[in-house]
């Protein structure tokens, strides 16, 4: 009897491509990989409505769904609309009280509403906002998986990020976080697996951790 294969869903971070997966490997005798892609929001559109419209890209039942960063936040957002058999965020928050002080200052203050047209006409401005201080050795990096450069889509998403008012979480979600995280620190975060030295890409630099660890972890009860 041929097993029927585990479909499991990645959404990227902020602006960025399917790239950012390209390490991860599952075995192909029991997953089948898929990957989700941003689109552009429309005016005003309240972060449900836009997981909405991109769950009707998800075409199996049942899937695990794997978040980086804001694809974290999106992908709990998509498990509001859809039943998913595993919820995954990596480089995220489960809710807003795990936003760093910075963010919420900028929530309170509406200073994110001053990005977005320096950001979109400056990649190193935006990376330094997605990855902190230390961004500057990895702009080239980042360069390379960013699909996004539009700055409707990044006024759009850095208010979502900013703005996003979820009180509480899911307890069967799976939170997987760097010690190292410079955009969400590791002191404002509960309940997770810790993946030690890890940073907010470590999604890519740490690929093998994620290729031995995630087929456990999808297929755990």
Same mark, same amino acid.
């Given at each position: 009897?041929?097993?029927? =294969? #585990?479909?499991?869903?990645?959404?990227?971070? !902020?602006?960025?491509? %399917? &790239?950012?997966?390209?390490?991860? *490997?599952?075995?192909?005798?029991?997953?089948?990989?898929?990957?989700?892609e941003?689109i552009?929001?429309?005016?005003?559109e309240?972060?449900?409505?836009?997981a909405?419209?991109?769950?009707?890209?998800?075409?199996?039942?049942?899937?695990a769904?794997l978040?980086?960063?804001?694809?974290?936040?999106?992908?709990q957002?998509?498990?509001?609309?859809?039943?998913?058999?595993k =919820? #995954?965020?990596v480089?995220?928050?489960?809710? !807003?009280?795990e936003? %760093? &002080?910075?963010?919420?200052?900028? *929530?309170?203050?509406?200073?994110?509403?001053?990005?977005?047209?320096?950001?979109?006409?400056?990649?190193?401005?935006?990376?330094k906002?997605?990855?902190?201080?230390?961004?500057t050795k990895?702009?080239?990096?980042?360069?390379?998986?960013?699909?996004?450069n539009?700055?409707?889509?990044?006024?759009?998403?850095?208010?979502?990020?900013?703005c996003?008012?979820?009180?509480?979480?899911t307890?069967?979600?799976?939170?997987?976080?760097?010690?190292?995280? %410079?955009?969400?620190?590791?002191?404002?975060?509960?309940n997770?697996?810790?993946?030690?030295?890890?940073?907010?890409?470590?999604?890519?630099?740490?690929?093998k951790?994620?290729?031995?660890?995630?087929?456990?972890?999808?297929?755990?009860?």
């Amino acid at each position: 009897m041929v097993q029927e =294969l #585990i479909q499991v869903y990645f959404m990227p971070g !902020m602006a960025a491509s %399917p &790239k950012i997966f390209e390490h991860i *490997k599952l075995p192909d005798d029991q997953f089948e990989v898929h990957f989700l892609e941003w689109i552009m929001p429309v005016d005003n559109e309240p972060i449900s409505d836009y997981a909405l419209r991109i769950s009707k890209k998800i075409k199996h039942d049942n899937i695990a769904l794997l978040g980086v960063s804001f694809g974290g936040v999106l992908a709990q957002e998509i498990g509001k609309h859809i039943k998913l058999r595993k =919820l #995954i965020i990596v480089s995220s928050v489960k809710s !807003m009280h795990e936003l %760093p &002080k910075r963010m919420l200052l900028a *929530k309170t203050t509406k200073a994110y509403k001053l990005l977005p047209t320096q950001l979109a006409s400056n990649i190193d401005v935006f990376a330094k906002y997605a990855f902190g201080n230390n961004a500057t050795k990895r702009l080239d990096l980042y360069k390379k998986y960013l699909s996004v450069n539009d700055s409707k889509y990044l006024s759009w998403a850095i208010e979502q990020m900013v703005c996003w008012n979820q009180e509480t979480y899911t307890p069967d979600i799976v939170h997987i976080h760097g010690d190292n995280d %410079p955009v969400f620190p590791i002191k404002n975060i509960s309940n997770c697996m810790i993946i030690k030295n890890g940073s907010h890409i470590m999604i890519l630099n740490k690929y093998k951790w994620f290729n031995t660890n995630l087929p456990r972890i999808i297929l755990e009860d």
